[in-house]
């Protein structure tokens, strides 16, 4: 794994043909929406799949842009942890696309406006998981945000403007706070290039002072506590689909960020006084998360809250990943492998809530009655789901935990290990509040409406593969190591998979 490929065209491939799409389908009718889908799901999927191969055998991809690559010109990069990240996006984004035929199916107006603005929010999440500069990650990361409060807009109601304005706010706060982080690095080294900075960077205070205003611009995006005042509002008051794009997707690109810049160009700047520090945060918001999460009246205000508990467990990588170069690819692993168990669990309950609510035309958890009578497909795919959300086996859930777990009584900090175990029962705590509500006996004037069956059947597929990334853990956290942060590459040990 050692070589360097320059000849990857996979790699534009991947963010040209979903902006394509997002153009084309300005053309299309609604009728358009399912040719148009399953031509550039075919080809992502195949561009992703070659890609996967060229990277087996030749290890780490690049692609200079128009042939001039770093530093005059733009490179893009893929290495296993980018190309986990591709495949938790294709895999979350097809089955949405699909969920959304059915969701969209008696709407065409909003499904007009939802599918240009879905396509370009997954052109950009790619082009940030294969972006290897600070401004080419500056520009993708604009895409994305201005995509995401485009959709949650698109419920139409007061809530969800609200909510997008606040997003919105918040979106551009954390824009401009990277900008001037990635102007200060820039100013101090004369280089955006990832690689090149890596070996460059040192903490000196104005290059701090920029690692700290990327680090908060990031935070904000990830919703991190208490940076998360934005996202219950945006993710709770949006159409189904669009809460599982923005919570199993969207927030995972912010963080994917921090990981790649922290663990491979800001190493030197990690102390122990920080990662404790964003342990902390992270261990406020499982807490907090899940305790809000509990006394929501409304479904897809506590799925809302729920993320951010999730978003709390990714942060605890930082302190078990920076702890020991030995436990460092034990987190990192588990850190991620997390993000991507969650990517497709959160995805699988949003799904699955959006089907609860078109049957019962009801939000709130103490109407739910009698759902899993008459919609038990859903029903299903939301408690799968969750055993993954509370971190039970078989799940990916499972494995992620345990990998954090290993990381942490390893490295001798027990306390982390308390909030992972602890958090679980917070989990399932909410959930179980909700499955107990719908296997009540539905009220005597309750009324029923039916959905497309893509709609259950699309929740159902992702909460299965949420089981199966425990199942079969083994290429995929192979996969995910061989494209450890270069730096730790060398001295982390290999990981084996319980």
């Known amino acids: 794994m050692s070589g360097i490929s320059f000849a990857a065209p996979w790699i534009p491939l991947l963010i040209l043909l979903p902006l394509m799409a997002g153009a084309l389908s300005f053309l299309f009718g609604p009728r358009g929406h399912r040719s148009l889908l399953a031509a550039t799901m075919t080809g992502i999927w195949f561009s992703l799949i070659r890609l996967i191969l060229e990277f087996e055998n030749a290890g780490l991809q690049h692609y200079p842009i128009g042939g001039w690559g770093a530093p005059l010109g733009i490179d893009l990069r893929a290495d296993g942890l980018s190309l986990a990240m591709l495949g938790m996006t294709a895999t979350v984004g097809s089955f949405i696309s699909l969920y959304a035929l059915g969701y969209f199916a008696g709407d065409e107006n909003r499904g007009i406006r939802f599918w240009p603005l879905w396509w370009l929010l997954w052109g950009a999440l790619n082009a940030v998981f294969l972006s290897a500069d600070l401004f080419n990650l500056y520009v993708t990361l604009e895409l994305l945000s201005l995509s995401a409060v485009g959709l949650v807009v698109l419920a139409g109601d007061r809530d969800s403007l609200a909510a997008g304005l606040r997003y919105l706010l918040a979106a551009l706060a954390g824009s401009l706070a990277y900008l001037m982080g990635v102007a200060l690095l820039y100013g101090a080294y004369g280089t955006l290039s990832l690689e090149r900075m890596a070996g460059l960077f040192r903490p000196e205070p104005a290059n701090t002072l ?72 992270g261990a406020i918001a499982v807490f907090a998360g899940a305790w809000l999460a509990f006394h929501q009246e409304k479904l897809k205000m506590l799925i809302a809250w729920s993320t951010v508990t999730q978003i709390g467990y990714l942060f605890l990588t930082f302190p078990l990943a920076a702890a020991s170069p030995a436990g460092a690819l034990t987190a990192l692993s588990g850190g991620v492998y997390l993000a991507v168990s969650h990517a497709v669990a959160k995805a699988a309950v949003f799904l699955a809530a959006g089907a609860m609510l078109k049957v019962t035309d009801e939000d709130r958890i103490d109407r739910l009655e009698g759902v899993g009578r008459h919609l038990p497909i859903s029903l299903f795919a939301f408690a799968m789901a969750g055993v993954s959300l509370m971190g039970l086996p078989p799940s990916g859930g499972f494995i992620a935990k345990w990998l954090l777990l290993n990381a942490a009584l390893s490295s001798g900090q027990w306390w982390w290990a308390a909030v992972l175990v602890l958090g679980g029962l917070a989990s399932a705590a909410y959930i179980f509040r909700v499955l107990r509500r719908c296997f009540l006996p539905p009220r005597e004037y309750a009324a029923f409406h039916p959905v497309p069956l893509v709609m259950p059947l699309a929740a159902l597929s992702l909460a299965g593969i949420a089981l199966a990334l425990g199942l079969a853990a083994a290429y995929p956290l192979r996969l995910l190591q061989t494209g450890t942060p270069l730096l730790l590459e060398a001295s982390a040990p290999s990981t084996v998979a319980p």
Request: glycine content about 6%.
């Open 210 to 281: 920029a690692a700290s205003l990327i680090t908060v611009g990031l935070m904000l995006k990830t919703a991190l506590f208490p940076l998360h005042f934005w996202l219950p509002p945006a993710h709770g008051s949006a159409l189904a689909p669009v809460s599982a794009l923005l919570s199993g997707l969207v927030i995972k690109a912010s963080f994917y960020m921090l990981l790649r810049l922290w663990f491979e160009v800001f190493p030197s700047a990690l102390t122990e006084v920080f990662t404790q520090g964003i342990g902390s945060l």
